[in-house]
């Protein structure tokens, strides 16, 4: 458990907590990237980086599963069901389907975790709802899920790349200056995780949007 809990949860924070009524304990934790060795440092890979972190933090060990590889953690009575699709970004769609299905997990309690071209390095933007963005990844969640309401969590990549060569850029890999500040913004990244299952999307929001 990272030490930032034990600031969040005050008696008022583990107040509201106790007064949902949702029933449901479980939670699907998306993040989103490409299979194979050649993706694993890239930019567009950032969903299964902060992923295989926050498993590493909490000693998980990834299963291959069907459509991608899993792994699970409980906490304070939540269960976290972790997927890295193994379809490629532009089929994510067809694993979260399936394991929020499997796991009979509401729409509500699925977070994804996904690059965004829009915003500067490191910078977080966590929202309920909204457009893919011209990202395939989440276009295609949309088009398999059929809404835009699902909980994302978009980790700023910059857009530092000249006319034409955003495929390279996505695709390449962090500098030099980035791979030195990551572990800092890796650790956040985990923190919004735990945050989003154990106090919701509202304190969620309200507490790491912008940072």
């Known amino acids: 458990m990272f030490s930032f809990f034990n600031k969040l949860f005050s008696a008022k924070t583990v107040k509201v907590i106790s007064e949902e009524k949702d029933p449901m304990k479980k939670f699907l934790i998306v993040g989103l990237g490409n299979i194979g060795p050649k993706y694993a440092n890239t930019r567009h890979n950032i969903g299964f980086k ?3 972190f926050y498993a590493e933090q909490n000693s998980l060990t990834w299963q291959t599963a069907k459509l991608g590889d899993v792994t699970s953690h409980k906490v304070k009575g939540r269960t976290f069901i972790f997927l890295k699709p193994s379809t490629y970004m532009n089929l994510s769609g067809k694993a979260v389907n399936y ?3 499997k796991e009979k997990i509401p ?3 699925l977070l994804v975790i996904t690059d965004d071209l829009n915003l500067s390095f490191g910078t977080i933007r966590i929202k309920t709802k909204g457009s893919d963005g011209g990202h395939n990844g989440l276009k295609d969640i949309q088009n398999t899920l059929q809404t835009t309401n699902y909980n ?3 980790f700023g990549i910059s857009d530092a790349f ?3 060569r955003q495929v390279d850029y996505v695709l390449g890999e962090w500098e030099m200056e980035e791979e030195k500040n990551m572990p800092e913004r890796l650790k956040i990244s985990c923190n919004i995780i735990e945050s989003f299952a154990l106090a919701g999307m509202n304190i969620t929001m309200n507490t790491f949007n912008g940072k």
Request: aromatic share 14%.
């Open 107 to 109: 729409l509500e309690n």
């Open 99 to 101: 394991w929020l299905e």
């Open 152 to 154: 994302r969590f978009r």
């Open 50 to 52: 902060i992923l295989d």
């Open 162 to 164: 000249s006319k034409g």
